[in-house]
């Protein structure tokens, strides 16, 4: 199994409400990211988890909170989005966050926050 | 911090024709990876350079870094339409462990 999974596919949600977006692989890899992308650019890192501690936080809002309750899953809670939120998240893993590794990417998640 | 510089930022071609993208770095390249994405969709991994002076081949697309670890090419040879896309290189940056930047992207539409 060489896939990393993500779901929901599509989310539309308020700004008052709170939701979590999932991603989950069976590679057996250590590494797990989660980036956002806009519109027309390149996916932006928010967070970095090596053997399921956060490793990397790129100065995300609070209002993302990510968590890793297992080497296999990662999820991404939501709370308070603003509509500048809205964009594509993109989960990935690798067999370990050194460089000599390449990163798997799922399908991603469509956030659209009204 | 690391930049990485792509050109063209959109390229349209022939069906069969050749065509390179370049990646240039800011700074000394740990790692050089090529993705290609469909619009809305994840990344779907390439290759990965490491070595100065490294080519690895793929069907018919082939990358390169070169000496100095601080710019890549991509190149397709006899373009096909499944080749369009967004070309997206990528470095670990300043190696900080899995800290992956990107640059802006290429857009590569091959007219049949």
């Known amino acids: 199994d060489t896939e990393v999974t993500q779901t929901p596919k599509h989310l539309v949600m308020g700004m008052t409400n709170k939701k979590s977006l999932k991603c989950e692989q069976h590679?057996?890899?250590?590494?797990m990211y989660w980036y956002k992308q806009k519109a027309k650019k390149p996916p932006e890192l928010m967070f970095v988890?090596?053997?399921?501690?956060?490793?990397i936080n790129e100065s995300v809002p609070s209002r993302f909170s990510p968590e890793c309750p297992n080497s296999s899953l990662l999820n991404l809670h939501l709370h308070a989005l603003q509509p500048e939120d809205s964009a594509l998240y993109l989960c990935?893993?690798?067999?370990?966050?050194?460089?000599?590794?390449?990163?798997?990417f799922g399908p991603g998640t469509r956030l659209t926050v009204t | 911090s690391q930049e990485l510089e792509q050109s063209p930022q959109s390229l349209i071609v022939q069906e069969g024709k050749n065509l390179t993208i370049n990646c240039t770095s800011s700074k000394t390249l740990y790692g050089l990876y090529w993705y290609k994405q469909k619009y809305g969709e994840g990344l779907i991994f390439l290759m990965m350079l490491q070595k100065g002076g490294e080519e690895k081949s793929h069907e018919k697309i082939t990358a390169k870094l070169d000496e100095k670890k601080q710019q890549s090419s991509l190149h397709i040879t006899a373009s096909q339409p499944s080749h369009a896309g967004i070309y997206l290189c990528g470095a670990d940056s300043d190696n900080q462990g899995g800290k992956l930047i990107f640059g802006q992207g290429t857009e590569l539409s091959v007219k049949p």
């Open positions: 988890y090596s053997y399921e501690k956060l490793s």
């Open positions: 590679m057996g890899h250590r590494a």
């Open positions: 990935a893993s690798s067999p370990t966050n050194s460089p000599a590794y390449e990163q798997y």
